[in-house]
């Protein structure tokens, strides 16, 4: 049907109806709900929200492992695991097997990333991550699997089947962070990475300029966690890329303007807010005993705030920290020790940049330095510029973009206990679970032994990783990668090939 | 169904299939075609290509108008304007009226940008225009509407119906232009505006940087006309945001790294390239009589290029040229002369900076100055920083951002005719059409009178526009406005209100 649409002065008032695609000159669509367009998505179109309530978890698929996700990895130390009972349902323990393709998704099984004829393969593989991909992992709650993509949207799938529940794009803008999720709700952070023009000149000028100002739309979007439906949104001014930390009533976040904000997590309102300076890239706050651990690039430093009244209790750096690489780093906070790590002092050789990666531990309570330990010199890697730390016990296990290897050290005296070298960009935290530690480094996963660093087992799953901790809930390893897919694999799995790979 | 997955490694390899969804153990979906699957785009999620074939034109409705569009607003006059005949169907001569949301629609009814409440008002709206909205106007041709937007999307509407054809993102970015259309093919350049951190530490050492790399993918898609299906893709290392321009076997585009291409474009080819040095914004190359003109900022120059070899044939510039305003603006080419238009001397007058625009006409054959005329200081504006100029018969129309007023200057003297002052943003080039002078500004379609600069009449539309020139096809005006809105007004609609607006 082509209606001829020819028009009187006095039919256009009729026909300029709020209708989201083609006015119809017979019967114009009724005007939306005011709240239904909160922010910039027309209903019905590729943005819009999806919820498919027949896919949601039922009954006992519900109710074991974690009933909500505070901070980034799950606690302060970053050890995104949990153990389900004996009594859970097989499949929990027994593991699952799915792939889900997000929006964004790039075959699995090509060897090379987006772009990399124009961008070259290094600098191809660090884009798609930041603009297609999961930049981090997943959180799992109540049998749901949420995931955040740099492809705009947020996902909540069956953690079973890895069926869609629901889809939504709140803002256009790159979402990098695990999301969020308590009783009712799931938050998100939105950040784009970018500075504008006016951004550079400033910086040229006075050595600092705000992340993601202008570049993008920012701040933090809650969400009902059943629906996906958007319940409140708060701007801010730098990017918010970084996952927010929760600790009772409050939602704590950083950002590109070097500012941490204090949310009232039930409304959004601001508690309170302190301007630190420089940027925060990436690096989540870690909650812990009322303090707030976060860092901050240009200039490079460690913050532990309190998290009642934002008031800096102290501040420390690695002496040499270069680039973003502060910035982009979370603290792990355990046992009283704050672990921290960073590029240094870049230096080119044979005419390349390089960097040195160096580890540091901070008294928790007086930031007072317990030791500090390099990882080793290596070309300088493109975009996130740190490794992620992981405490389990007495040990900080983290790897080093730098150098391409995951080192055990020891948390009272920075004493390494082993290094494996295997995959090439080592940013993440690997997750310690009932014996073994998982790494998502490549395109595989790997399950090693955590005393001694011997590889144990590994799964191919294709496409890249990012800064992607496994989230393991049971016999199931949650991963999302830069290739824009949400995968389950069973740690069954993973098994001990008989040739290594070179 | 949830069935449930538990698996032995024997299993693994069956279930591991190309599947989009969620795998499924029993009938895993076929391998997708590789070329189905070019650019990061899920087959079937919300990025995938939506084709209605029964909403296209057929018969008369696709013979009139423009056969093909070469380049930014039409030609290099920037007039984006065609007659129909007295034989075209009804509805091209007495015009239609409809509204379309894009994937990013604001309603428009909405007084304020989204973002107002943190970014500001000013502010928001350039930021909505950049990240949302379509900044430039549209392409009709053989009875199709081709649009662009920042939402990632292009889109293919029916010109008399606004039902959409097509809807395509071939890839996560920025689309700025103004579609280029011919005979089979559509094609498309995208770009994001901002600059990585590792840009920022250049440009403060080097006072230069190259915009959008590694911010965002950069190049050219060229789709298929009817369908949308992507043909090829050319990346480019910084942002490819200006529509480019085509003549004969060739398709010529600039980008943020200084560098002219020269591409085949029925393959995609490259013919050759030249690095000037500086940013392309959005200076779109304007072709006349074998050569390129088109502008960088930083450093601020006007080119003039043997378009069949690159080679620069002049370069001159606006004394006092500043920010990115001399990359930003196209400028507008005909009898001889090469009319330029930017902002200089940036001066801060009570605290607010400010700045100058000054338009300046080039001998196009020499690049000898022929006159320079400024418009007036006022305050910064954000973003794009220009007006673009329309020349139509011996005068200039242009608009400025700094002072919010249209002139028409002499183009041989620059001599001013008139000022016409009614709208905030004034940047982009009016349409000549009939005897008239059509203004997409603020939330209205202006009619003014030509000679004199009198207003003949308006229409409100709602929303906010960018760098939009009213696109007119016979007694239509289609218009892409900031709100991600695609419009047709009928030229009849625009009356001359009895209360002036203050």
Redesign the interface.
Known sequence: M??????T?SS?AL??S??????DPVAPPSP?PENS?S????PG???ARVYLPQNAPVGSDTVYGDSQWLQMNRNARHNAAVRVPKDAP??FR????????????????RRHP??A???GET?AG???TQ??GNALGVSVVGGVVYAES????AYAL?A?????IW?T?PV??NLMGNPLVTRNTVYLAAG??????????A??KK?S?I?GM??????IYALDRRTGRLLWHK???GEAMPTPVIHGRFLYFATGSGTVHALDRHTGQSVWKVRLGGND?MSSPAYDKGRLYLAMASPPRLYCLDARTGKTLWHGTIPGAA??GMGDVSPAVGSGVVVMDTVTRPKRIHGRPTLEAVVRAFDARTGKTLWTVSTGRGPKP??FKGGVPLIHGDVVYVGSPVTGRYVALDLRTGHRRWAWHKVAATRSAPTYYEGSLYIAGGDSLYRLDPATGRETGSFRIGGRMGIVSPTIVGGTAYVANS??WIVAV?L??L?LSKKKAS
Do not use: C, H
């Not at 922010?39 to 027309?42: G, I």
């Open positions: 082509k209606p001829r649409i020819l028009l002065l256009l026909l300029f709020s209708g989201v695609a083609v006015a939306l367009w922010v910039p998505v027309a179109g590729p943005f097989a499949w027994e593991g699952v097997f799915w792939r889900y393709a997000e929006a964004r998704a790039w075959p699995l099984e987006f772009g004829r124009t961008l600098e660090a884009v798609q603009f297609y740099d492809d705009m949207f069956n079973r089947t890895g069926q869609l889809r794009s256009g803008n784009g990475v970018g500075f504008n023009f006016a951004n550079v000149v910086y040229a050595g300029a992340r202008d570049v993008s739309y920012n701040g701007g801010s001014v890239n680039n973003t493109p975009a290739y824009d069973p069954s799995a098994s």
